[in-house]
């Protein structure tokens, strides 16, 4: 019996490696199965892995999402008034991503479909005209915060005095109307010298029309409103007399581009040109709207075209905000580029006394 287990060792011996390694009968199977399985199974890992990834991704997503609840419960309990900022600076910022959002679409339409601006739809131009106006408002607030720790002093002007330095997106509702409210103040101040430069310039036209322009002038500061028909027999005057843009008395030109809520602390040449260029900008938006139509817009849109124009409208209902804006439409899309004078007088003429606010 040993002989024959030393006979058998001996034989394995000379045999070599090789008869250790031969597949031997049911452990077969097995030893294949092991050697493979890293090149069998790793296309079935990487979906494995993906799931797991996302499965984290969301867990942490959840996560933060629970303790921004309980931060901004705690927030709304123990500081009510901060909370109030806060949820209206989160809020302007999810609109002012939704404004960027939708300008980057307007002008990957612009350049696929080879438009102009005045090719645009009204919305479009609208959205575009106020989201160029929010960015150079913008502009000076990024300027301020370029210094080291100057966030501090920027958190604190924008505390105090947000009017002049954000944005609408960041305004409350109630800061909105009171605003709006107080440009409306400062816009209806200025009426009256637009009526007095009006009426000077009138003293250096030849009789007849100084006779006519002199009793516009003394209707409007009687209480009453022009006719479209009036305002139509004058537009002479205002492109090649004393009364086109370029030839304004530099007063008259600053309380104009009050009307427009620009600055008026410009040199006189800049100042000149801005307002044409804004007037020409309303005229434009003003035929994209007769094409769209009237009925077409919201209550608030109706509002917000005619504040736009020159007329206080936080007080009119949208009866009286359509009948003022067809009134304006049909002077408007009448007139040339070079009678940009009389568009911007309209804006006077016809708001003053048009529906007073209540007492």
Request: aromatic residues 8%; positive net charge; contains cysteine.
């Amino acid at each position: 019996m040993a002989l024959s287990r030393a006979a058998a060792r001996g034989a394995l011996w000379r045999l070599g490696p090789a008869a250790l390694s031969a597949p031997r009968g049911p452990m077969e199977p097995r030893l294949l199965l092991g050697a493979a399985s890293p090149a069998l199974f790793s296309p079935l890992c990487s979906p494995l892995r993906s799931l797991s990834s996302r499965a984290l991704v969301a867990a942490v997503a959840s996560a933060a999402r629970r303790l921004n609840a309980r931060y901004e419960r705690c927030l709304r309990r123990s500081f009510p008034a901060f909370y109030r900022l806060y949820s209206t600076f989160k809020a302007g910022i999810l609109a002012l991503f939704l404004d960027v959002k939708e300008i980057r679409k307007i002008k990957s339409k612009m350049s696929q479909q080879r438009l102009s601006t005045q090719q645009l739809s009204y919305r479009e131009m609208e959205r575009l005209r106020q989201f160029r106006r929010d960015v150079l408002k913008a502009i000076p607030i990024g300027i301020i915060a370029i210094p080291p720790f100057a966030n501090f002093l920027l958190i604190v002007l924008m505390y105090f005095f947000p009017r002049q330095l954000l944005i609408r997106h960041f305004w409350t509702p109630q800061q909105q109307l009171q605003f709006q409210a107080a440009d409306a103040r400062v816009r209806c101040g200025r009426y009256p010298a637009v009526l007095r430069g009006l009426a000077l310039a009138a003293g250096s036209l030849p009789q007849p029309w100084q006779q006519q322009l002199q009793q516009l002038c003394a209707q409007v500061q009687g209480g009453a409103q022009p006719q479209l028909a009036q305002l139509l027999a004058l537009r002479a005057l205002f492109s090649g007399s004393v009364l086109a843009l370029n030839r304004l008395r530099v007063d008259h030109v600053r309380a104009l581009s009050q009307v427009l809520f620009l600055t008026p602390y410009l040199p006189a040449a800049l100042l000149r040109q801005r307002l044409h260029r804004h007037l020409l900008e309303i005229q434009q938006l003003d035929r994209a709207l007769l094409h769209l139509g009237l009925g077409q817009l919201s209550g608030e849109e109706l509002q917000s075209a005619c504040y736009l124009r020159g007329l206080n409208s936080t007080h009119l209902g949208q009866a009286k905000c359509r009948a003022w804006l067809e009134q304006w439409l049909s002077l408007s899309c009448q007139l040339q580029a070079s009678e940009a004078s009389l568009l911007a007088h309209s804006m006077v003429l016809l708001s003053l006394n048009y529906s007073h606010p209540p007492e």
